[in-house]
């Protein structure tokens, strides 16, 4: 899926902010810049820009946008379906053009249209992937996840993945790693001027797995609500470095989860089989919805699932309207004992969490593969088959 960088142009705080919830709930992730980030970084991949008022005006504009960012998407949005404006539009460089206000479904179909031609563009560097991890309380088993998923990914993939420590003063990303880093988020959110792969190099500190660590702060207070924008800002640079993205998004809602939120391809809501757990999640479900943020993205993931369940899966699934897509079983002895040695559980050996861990892993890299179980339980069922024939 492509992860498009969108560029908002008007005057009129209410048209900026009825067009950023329309590019927040589509399927497309899209993060939204400011006038700044547009100024001083790479070109967006979107531009929605605002024609109500002076027609004659908005042309230059799409001009001098078009000859700015040759390779975005410009859509146009006036009053009316006036043809001459039209036609104006798009020989000024506008792909698309929308009556205020636009339908959802058709500007979502134009969104898509985008993403699409960003994919297929000579010489276009894939979108990395970025998976949030949020919990649906503490102790749901949160970083545990993101953690070992991380490590998976880089493993399997032999892509270039990083890890991001979301949480403020209480982050174990590294402590779970078993790594000792010297730098954390704040010292790339407080440099994003000079943040070029040279400098990230000094930030992150690489585990012998193949994942990057970018660690949490020692601050109670930061990240916080100021650093929202930096945080999305910061997702972004990432995007053009690394080709998987996992962030540690803890269990709380803030300005800066709603950060990470907004640029994922999948979130993943933690979850455990208890009446406490599945009433949070059904409140982080609503949220996510006000926000805006797409819910085709958000998978349900049920830890420490133990037959006989407190609350049976299906109950759970038809108390939060959502589909469980993975399970992992509860395994306190194998898990305590990754975590105190700070090794993860893919390294530690053969267990069923691990190779837990290693199917949803694989359905992260190809959503169309087969398990290793499903292909073997098919081998078997042709095997038996055979013999019968």
């Known amino acids: 899926m492509a992860q498009l960088v969108g560029l908002i142009v008007s005057n009129d705080d209410g048209f900026k902010k009825h067009v950023e919830r329309l590019l927040r709930s589509g399927a497309i992730p899209v993060s939204v810049m400011d006038d700044r980030a547009a100024r001083d970084g790479a070109p967006p991949d979107l531009v929605i820009v605002d024609t109500r008022g002076d027609v004659s005006s908005a042309m230059p504009g799409i001009e001098r946008l078009r000859a700015s960012a040759p390779g975005a998407g410009i859509f146009a949005i006036a009053l009316e379906a006036d043809p001459d404006v039209i036609l104006q539009s798009m020989r000024a460089g506008a792909n698309e053009f929308f009556t205020w206000p636009p339908d959802e479904e058709t500007f979502h179909g134009a969104v898509r249209r985008t993403a699409a031609r960003r994919e297929t563009s000579q010489g276009a560097r894939p979108s990395a992937t970025t998976l949030v991890f949020f919990g649906a309380k503490g102790g749901a088993g949160t970083t545990t996840v993101a953690v070992n998923s991380g490590v998976e990914v880089a493993r399997l993939s032999k892509r270039s993945t990083i890890i991001i420590d979301l949480k403020p003063g209480l982050g174990e990303v590294a402590l779970f790693l078993g790594v000792r880093p010297r730098y954390s988020i704040l010292d790339a959110i407080d440099n994003l001027h000079r943040l070029d792969k040279e400098f990230l190099r000094e930030l992150v500190v690489k585990h012998k797995s193949g994942l990057e660590i970018l660690s949490g702060s020692d601050q109670f207070d930061r990240p916080g609500a100021p650093d929202g924008g ?29 950060a990470a939120l907004y640029t994922a391809d999948q979130m993943f809501l933690i979850a455990n089989p208890d009446v406490p757990s599945i009433r949070n999640a059904q409140r982080l479900l609503e949220r996510v919805r006000q926000l805006g943020a797409c819910g085709e993205r958000v998978r349900v993931v049920l830890n420490r699932a133990a037959e006989p369940y407190p ?14 897509h993975q399970t992992f079983p509860s395994d306190y002895k194998t898990v305590s004992t990754a975590l105190n040695s700070g090794v993860p559980l893919a390294l530690t050996g053969n267990s069923d969490i691990a190779s837990q861990f290693d199917v949803f892993t694989r359905k992260i890299l190809d959503p169309a593969a087969e398990s290793p179980q499903a292909a073997n339980a098919k081998a078997s069922r042709l095997q038996r088959i055979a013999s019968i024939w």
């Open 230 to 258: 930096a945080l999305e800002e910061l997702f972004r640079l990432l995007a053009r470095q690394y080709e998987y993205i996992v962030i540690d998004a803890g269990s709380q809602i803030n300005s800066c989860t709603v």
């Open 311 to 324: 609350i049976p899966p299906k109950q759970i699934e038809a108390a939060l309207g959502h589909p469980i």
